[in-house]
């Protein structure tokens, strides 16, 4: 039986400097050394991660909190948002002066350029 480990990546491997400690690589490691897979479980998306996944030498990541499922490079899940789904949203939030993030495996971007909390990101 395969075993697998989970790990969030903000304030889990993620310190608060935005590093990974040499504490957790080592356990990480570790862990593979057994034969534990290790994978990725973030609400990031996967564009962000690759650089985490080089590091501790992680080939399965979860992403978008569930929506998007990798393996060896291999997409194994997704669950994208229904376009007629997607313009509802856009209206409620275009009524409201909200802007929209829309994300995918390579990119981010968002619906209204201008808007001051786009800006401040």
Not at 45 to 64: A, G, H, M, Q
Not at 82 to 98: G, I
């Amino acid at each position: 039986m395969t075993k697998i480990v989970f790990f969030d990546v903000d304030g889990t491997l993620y310190n608060t400097q935005n590093k990974i400690p040499e504490s957790t690589k080592e356990s990480i490691a570790l862990l593979q050394s057994k034969g534990i897979k290790v994978a990725l479980a973030t609400g990031r998306s996967p564009f962000t991660v690759t650089k985490i996944c080089d590091e501790l030498n992680v080939d399965t990541i979860v992403c978008y909190n569930g929506q998007y499922v990798t393996h060896k490079g291999e997409i194994v899940y997704t669950n994208p948002m229904p376009m007629a789904e997607l313009a509802q949203l856009k209206e409620l939030t275009k009524a409201k002066n909200h802007a929209l993030v829309f994300a995918s495996h390579h990119m981010i971007a968002f619906d209204e350029p201008n808007n001051e909390v786009v800006k401040k990101l």
